[in-house]
Every structure is written in structure tokens, then in C-alpha cells.
């Protein structure tokens, strides 16, 4: 773990003296990224394999109040999947951030993307409130530079801007819960409370408790994009340079949901059984609105980042169900619940990344944003074009992949539910789990959307460029996710039984002698005659039907012949006559119309031929977040109005504010006598 | 000297201190004022010493060196000499006329005495009657810089706000720590600087220092 700090150390004094050389400055940086990333990978991978806990107190920051850092299981998993997705996306960067050379300097790029990693495995590492803090709003401003790199447009400066406003609103949030945590712990007397150590060891009383959840949950919500907090993702991650955008979807939504791990069951550990219910809920509409919202979008990024609130949707739908199961004292269904948390945190950082790597490839190839003006690209891109259906795959839960692994889990825990005894949450959960069928369903219909629209047909642009393939380091980059999410979908009992270490600590207790009772072959996550998946017999399957059908098709010469596309026999075909991105997702549009602000408006446009021919149409779409009209014009609205009632107030002479300093004074005064 | 004595000799000073700072309120010409300003320290500093000698607090005698080199010497200098560069010789015009701010300043003081009397039954100090002119000192240097529309005075206003904090210090607990009265001398010279530097800025900008002229820098709506 040091010894990463100390490449990233280097990689920062090394930008001082290869600025001048942006080319080497790119190729060193992002090596160094990596090789850094890879050693907290490999620290975290350790920690949790042996179940180790290490404890740093640095004699930094405020005289009195030293930094302290804790690397145990949980920090170690997160430490993992942040580290191997930032390798990833380092070997990437070499190839992708050369895009930028001629255009613009890159220098401050790698800068705060190495302030940006820094603070990632800072988070993760914090044990104590202040160093949390200072960590958390190291990563939000790192993040915030990185997506103000391209400044020039007023898109991306209202993007950043609004990003920084919803962390720094969560940030509030966060540190308010700690400082209440904090006061527990010494009675309110004494700032002895802020390491986490005695925050562990204090007792909760419940509102207390209760109200640092809620603020905890909230301030955490607003960077992990959870609806109604999610704005910001959709803006900010497609103005964003495509590789941070992979870290900011894929990891640093993550140290939210690490974040709320760390709080709920470490730092507070006992909880009613409605915290639960209440992080389920909001993972159900996170869920279901996220998706509903991808479908509708036709921005390809625009459309990952509301893909990402779906899955922040999923992940948090499992930690609800594992904290209800915790509370009523079911431990083992709560670390299977935990386990298909925590999995699909892992896979949702390594498909995600995939698919915002291959958006960026896209991206970096087309120079275009929107799917409406892409199409065809399988012939240009075939390694992108087969490495983004794995990624679609993956995400969409189809087997052998890992999407469909932790998916399988968390319906698991949803289907032994029934053990609960309390009424409401027997008419709730069953509602989530049906929720969730509907969510999965629809994910796969989205990507269908995204792959078919983006990479098969014919290409849109009435401009044809040259499309060239990525070169070699973004394919090695997105392969090697590639192929992590085909390991993770086909070895899941090895990874289950690694991560035992972390449920047991966590909720007490852990599932791997049950889900590899029948050998690593068979995961069977609670008994084998309820429910089991062999992902290697399934994979081996779907291999052999591949090959067969293969074999059969190509055996013979000639069976396969390649013509013009036949249109019923009409001749002027034309890439227009297509399915587009809109029309795909109209019938869903359609059916979920009353959850969006659609505005929609037809043109007769006047008829140039002759009136035998039809009209031609011009149809414009305009879907608008409902969120957005619902809770944040009012808010803002409500600021402006308080800020220029206040603004009366503003005098700009001096004497006046003395005398309302003096007017503060004496009448404390009065009071204090 | 005895501790009666003391406390006689003390509550001279105080009142003597009290009527430099009604003399800082109405005195008009910038002269006058630096030098009032001036004394105002040196009996400070005075009042300092004597209370460190009866109370045995030896580390007063650093506070009152440190006010004598300070506000007695080295910020009227500084002052004396923005004031001969900037050329400021007109006469310092006020808000309020000289009558009613007499009038709202001897208000403050009965307020001070009717605050700070349960602090006068509870302390057994030889100062605890000077803890009312302190407190009066404060509010009457507020007072001032209310009053004045001329920046420099505004800042012998905060300066002799000053003083009245480290009066009210040295009498109602003998002082504070010397590390926290190093850290204010040191902050006092900085803020005299920055204050320099500014004035500059604002005589140039301005052509004026009537701190009236800032009210162009408010936003318009």
C-alpha cells in the first residue's frame, strides 16, 4: 500500500519535470497510475484472502488530532475494486488522453487524476471522521477539475458546477452524521470522538442514532446518484473525458456505497428494522426510474450514466434487504444479501468501466456524442463493437457473465424473504423482487438499444469519415475488463468463499460452506434443493451450442452468401429508414409517459414534390427529468428569492455593517447577563 | 506598594483611559487623534505594569512592553506617516454630530457598569472595578468607528477597540496567556500593514479615504 502512495508520489513530482513533454508526460503518468493502482489491488486482494487489519496513526493534520488509517476487510475490498478498475482505466488512458495532444494540454489531466485515485484509496482507508472528510472532498474537488477539463463549453461548466454544488450539499450531510456520531461518544464534551474506533465502541441511543442514518444515507445518496439526488450523474458524466468517466461511474459511486457500509453496520452495528425497508425503497426507485430514464436517452454516455443509477438502485436494493434481514437476527440470509451487494459492487465497476471505456473508444473514433448519428460501427471497430457487447451482456444479466451472478443472488435473498414476520415487509418485499424482475427486464431491453442502435445497421452520419479501431492499449484495456467480468460471471464460489472474511465482519456471518457445499462447480446459496447455477456447465454449454451451430454453418462452402439488403423489393433504401435510438424506446415511452415532463411537437413541413407524395414530417423530442421540476426548480427558486430578500439588507456601507455587528453585540449581551 | 493603593492608582488610570476614549470620539482633527490614540496606550501600558507588580503576574510586564512598543510607539508612527504620504489634513467629519455621540457614549458606559456588576460582586482582583471602563473603552472605540466616515480614523477606532480588550483582560483575570497576547501584537502589526496597503488602494482608486465612497462598490439590482 505504501509503496503505491509512493509511485503516485513520484507520478506527481515526475509531471513538474515532464511537462514540457506532453507525449512522455501521458505514457509515464498513466504507467505509473497503474502500477499504482495495481499494488492497492493487490494490498486490498491480501487483506481480505487473510482477513488482516492494519492500523496507521500519522502524526498529521490538527495539533491534537492525528490522521488515523485502518485497512481491514471492507476498506480492502473497496481497495480492490478501485485499484483493478483504475489499472484498467490507466492502460486506457495511455491510448485515449493522446487524443488530446495538439488540442489542448493534458498536464492538468493527469494531475488531478492522480489526486483524483489518491483520494479514492484515502477514503477507503480513513479511520477517523476528519481524514474521512478531507479525503472525500480531496476526490469530489479532483473529480470536479477532471470534469471541467474541456472548460471551453458552457455544457461542461454547468455540469461541474452543479456536481460540486449536489457533493458539497452531500458533504454537509456527511459530516453533520459523524459530528453527531462523533458527540455520542464523549457525551458531547470533547473532539477525542472523531476516530471511528470510539465511534464503534460508543453506545447509540435511537433518535440519535436515527438521525445520523438519515443524514449518513443522504449525504452518501447524493454522490452514489441515488433518485432524487441523482442530477448531477447524468451531466457530469458524459461532459467528462471518457476514462474518468469510467472511474467516476464505476469507483467513486462505490466509495458512497462503501461509505454507508462503513457507517450503518460498522460504525453504528444495531439498527430497527425499517432503516432497511427505507434504503430498499429508495433502491427500488433508483432502480426502476434509472432505467426507464436510460431508455429514454439518446446521448450514449447520458444513457451509461443513468444506467448507473439503476445499478446504484440494485446494489443498495440488496444492502436494504441484508440490513432487514440483520435486524430481525436471520444472519445467514443477511451476508447472502451483503454478498450480492457487494458482488455486484465489484461488477457493476468492471462492466461499467467496460462500457464507458467502449463509449469513450466511440467517442475518440466518431467525435460524436449521439447515438442518432452512429450505427454500423461493427464493420469499423469490430474489437470495440465485440468487447462493448460483453460489457452490454454482462450488464443486461445474461449468463455465463457476472451481471447474472450477482443478480441471481440478490432475487435469492428476495425469495427467502418469506422468513420475515413482520406484515409489512411481506407485502413489501415481494413488490421489490417484482420490481426488480421489471428493472432487469427493461436493462436488457436498454442495451439491447445500445448495442444494436450504436454498432449494428448502417451508419447515420450523412458525413462519412474514416473510422479507424482503437489502438492497442484501450483494446488491451477494455479486454482485460472484458475478461474480469467473464471470470467473475463463471468462478463465483471461489470469489464468495474470498469474501467470506468481510460478512463476517460485517453482519457476523457467512455463506461460503453453504454456497460451495457442492464443490466450486456448483454455487448454491443457501441449500441445494432450493436453489443452484453451475456457471461453468452453463458456459461450457452456451460454448458448445456457439461452436455447433459454427461448425454447421461454415462446414459446408457456399452455404453463406453475402447480397444487398433486400427491401420487400423497394429500391431507395436509405440508413434513414432505420430503427433509431427514439423509436426503439417509443413504446415504453408510451406506457411510463406519466413519469417523465415529455414534450413532444410534430411539423408538417411544406411539400416540395408533388402532393401525391407524403408530407414530410420534422419530430422533435424533449424529455425532461421530472426530479429536476419537482424538487430543484423549486429549491432554486426558493434561493434566489431568499437571497435577494437578504441582498436588501446589503448596504455596501461600512458604518451600517458595524452597526449591525454592535446592534449583535449588545443585545447578546443582554441575554448573557 | 499596598494593595489598596494599588487599586486607588488603578482606578485613576481607568478613568483616565475613559476619558481618552471620549476624547477619541469627538476629537476631530487627525493630529489630535493620533496622539490621543497614543496616550490612550501609554496609560495602558501603565495600568499594565502596575497590576502585573501587585498581582505578582510577571509576564504582564511583557504585555505592557509589548503595548508600549507597539500602539504607543510603532502604529502611531506608521499611521503619522500614511497619513503625511496620503496628505490628509482635513478635518474628520462624523455621522452623528459631537452632542449626540457624546450623549449615546456616556449611555454605554452606565450600560457597561450595570453589565459588569455581578462581575464586580463575584471577583476579589484589585482591578475589578476597572472591568466597567474596560468594557466602556470597547464600546465607545465601536462607537467611533460608527461614527467616522474617514478610514484611518475607522482604524484607531479598532485600534482603541483593542485596547479595550486587553484592558478588559488585565482586569478581570490578570491577563491572558502570553501566548495568546503575542499572537494579537503579532496580528495588530500584520493588520496595521494590510490596513496601510489598503488605504493606498483605496486613495487611489478613490482619490478620497470617506469610506462612503465603497458604497459605489455594491452591486447594482
Known sequence: MAASFAALVLLLVLTIFLRRSQRLLITAGFSLAGLASFLAAGAGFLTVAQGMTFRIVVPLGLPDLPFHLRLDVLSGYFLMI??????????YSIGYVRGFLGVRPVTSLVVFSTFFLAGMFLVVLADDALFFMIAWELMAGASYYLVMFEDERLENRRASFLYLLVAHVGAIAILLS??????????????????????????????????????????????????PLHIWLPEAHPVAPSNVSALMSGVMLKTAIYGMMRVIFDLIGVFPWWWGALVLVFGLISAVLGVLYALLQHDLKKLLAYSSVENIGIILISMGLSMIFASFGLTVLSALAM??????????????????????TVLHATHERSMEKMGGLIKFMPWTSALFLVGCLSIAALPPFNGFVSEWLTYQAFLLSPALTNPLLNLLVPLGAALLALTSALAAALFVKAYGVTFLGHRRSRHPAVIHEAPWSMRIAMSLAALACLALGIFPTYLIHWMDPITKFLVGDTISSSAAGFGWMWLTPIAHDRASYSAPVVFVVILAVVAITYLLLHSRAGTIRRGPLWGCGFEGITSRMQYTAMSFSMPLRRIFGFLFSIKEKVHHLPPTTHSAFPGRLQYHLRVRDRAWIWVYQPISDASFWISRRIGRMQHGRIQVYLIYSFVTIIVLLIFSR | MNPTAAAQLNSLLAALILLTAFALVVQRRMNALLHIFAWQGFLLAVSTAIVGFVGGAHHLYISSFLTLGIKVILLPYILHLLIHKLKIRKEVDSVINVPTTMMIGIILVIYSYHLTAPIRELSTLVTRSTIAVALATFMLGFLMMI??????????????????????????????????????????????????????????????????QMARLKEED
Do not use: C, W
Open chain 2, 147 to 212: 461614527t467616522r466616515k474617514h478610514a484611518v480614523a475607522q482604524i484607531i477606532g479598532f485600534l482603541a477597540m483593542e485596547n479595550g480588550l486587553l484592558f478588559a483582560a488585565t482586569s478581570a483575570t490578570y491577563g491572558m496567556p502570553l501566548v495568546v497576547e503575542l499572537g494579537v501584537a503579532l496580528d495588530l502589526l500584520i493588520a496595521a500593514f494590510i490596513f496601510g496597503m489598503f488605504f493606498f488602494h483605496i486613495s487611489t482608486t478613490f482619490d478620497s479615504l470617506d469610506v462612503d
Open chain 1, 178 to 227: 459523524f459530528g453527531i456520531l462523533a458527540g455520542l461518544t464523549t457525551g458531547f464534551q470533547g473532539f477525542e470522538g472523531y476516530t471511528f474506533d470510539a465511534m464503534r465502541e460508543a453506545k447509540h441511543p435511537q433518535a440519535l442514532a436515527t438521525a445520523a442514518f438519515l443524514l449518513a444515507f443522504f449525504g452518501f445518496s447524493a454522490k452514489a446518484g441515488v433518485i
Open chain 1, 339 to 360: 454478498i450480492a451487494a457487494l458482488y455486484h459492487t465489484l461488477n457493476h465497476a468492471m462492466f461499467k468501466g467496460l462500457l464507458f471505456m467502449g463509449a469513450g
Open chain 1, 82 to 91: 478501485i485499484g483493478l478498475l483504475a489499472l484498467f482505466v490507466s492502460i
